[in-house]
């Protein structure tokens, strides 16, 4: 069982930057995560992409973001890194650690990104 802990959520004013973090562990072996990202949820809306990238280094951003929001690996600390710039109250949501190994897909408790206008 992979368990991914997310860090750095907060209350930031419109224009400006945050950066989260999420580490993996597991109670037994850590088999290699392929897929490590985040997602999104707003209030009353569906979860959404944030931004994911491959254990290679390919990413994929949600449109809403490109251009302005980065993810990053550390392969060797199994963690994955979002900064997030020029953030928008739109940005307003919890946004939700995700891995993937090749028994399953795994997600964090969550971290609330509130930006205010």
């Known amino acids: 069982q992979v368990q991914l802990v997310e860090s750095g959520g907060g209350l930031v004013q419109a224009g400006g930057s945050l950066i989260l973090s999420c580490a993996a562990s597991?109670?037994?072996?850590?088999?290699?995560?392929?897929?490590m990202g985040w997602y999104r949820q707003a209030p009353g809306k569906q979860r959404e992409l944030v931004g994911l990238?491959?254990?290679?280094?390919?990413?994929t951003y949600g449109d809403s973001v490109k251009g302005r929001f980065t993810i990053s690996r550390d392969i060797t600390k199994n963690t994955v890194y979002l900064q997030m710039n020029s953030l928008k109250p739109e940005d307003t949501a919890v946004y939700y650690c995700?891995?993937?190994?090749?028994?399953?897909?795994?997600w964090g408790q969550g971290t609330q990104v509130t930006v205010s206008s």
């Open positions: 990238m491959t254990r290679g280094s390919r990413t």
């Open positions: 597991a109670s037994g072996t850590l088999f290699s995560i392929n897929n």
């Open positions: 995700y891995g993937e190994t090749s028994f399953g897909h795994y």
